[in-house]
């Protein structure tokens, strides 16, 4: 008689935690986070050019549609869009002109409003859609004959504002206070006539340029003689973080505003001048960061783990880490890793495990995947499609 009592209370207490207790507190601690993992891809203007230009509009669609079907289907949640990555869009913009990874000829009129395509063909599948400027590159190139009239740039290319930069290309001058306007008023268009989820920079800040901003820096220098080229570029590339931030929730607070910096932590302050350490630790800067954590586990120089660490102990504030991961090292050698050269052809699971790794970090809010045609390119080699398999278990 007691066996049976005591069968029918254990039955009981299972039938009370199965009804009353969270089914979320019943899953294991490193489940994928369905609702509140942000799993984004970015879609460059590589994958634009080589996918969308030069075909009928109806066919340019119908790309866009099996481009986001893929992403959808993968388990992604949220698209990093590139719409500016040469001073120009892919918009109907009546700053810029339309971008060459779309039309043949920068300038040329748009088939059709391809930003817009694409948000409300994410937005009806439930993906977001963040939109992706390069603020300063006008050009990997230094010919100027490419630039068209209607190019902001172009009245620019004889004024301290513009610098052609040998070996390097075409960039605007991050100190001119006209570049920080335009800049803004571009961003301000975006969010004013487009249903953009967020804007993102990536970590094209300053160029390699020792005198880009010499003439600026010299005033600057003027009136406070202690005020270093270090401090002084910082300065600049905050200001422009801060106006931007305050820009976009001034017209949604719902907005969001993220960089996606180089995964060296130092590399940024001192070469990039992008003062990350502020960002991650005063408000009014960022909603969240997408530090560029391009290694392996086995890279000597900058191994994975310890560096995503070091990114998540960086935030004091609460920004949200999204780490960015390499999938377009798959099944290719890893030149710069020292000892782990080998490391993405000999392995095939690095990325889910690097997801992994990451879920368990305090300040990890979701990963992305640079970029799109690595993943979803129909030249995957075996090792990369094994690693997309593997990425694909752990987001199911």
Known sequence: MKKEYYLLLIIFLLV???VFVPKDTLKEE???????EKRAVFISYIELGNN?????????KKTIDNMLDSAKDFGFNMIILQVRSFSDAIYKSSIFPSSRSVVNTEGDELPFDILKYFIKKAHQKDLELHAWINP???SNDTDTSIISKENPAYKLLDTSSVKVIDNVGIY???ASNEVESLILDGIEEIIKNYDVDGIHFDDYFYPKSNDIDSTDYEKAYKNNNSLTLQEFRLNTISSLIKKTYKLIKSYDKSLVFGISPDGNIDNNYNSNYVDTRKFCTEEGYLDYIMPQVYYGFLNSTKPFEDTVKSWNNLITNNIELIPALAFYKTGNIDKFAKEGVNEWIEYNNII???VMLSRKLSNYSGFAIFRYASIFGSNLTTTSFLEKENLKNILT
């Open 172 to 174: 605007y001058n991050p």
């Open 16 to 18: 009370i935690i199965y």
């Open 52 to 60: 969308l230009r030069g075909k009928s509009a109806t066919d340019m």
């Open 352 to 354: 889910a495990r690097e």
């Open 30 to 36: 490193n489940s994928p986070k369905e609702i509140l």
């Open 136 to 138: 300063y590159r006008i």
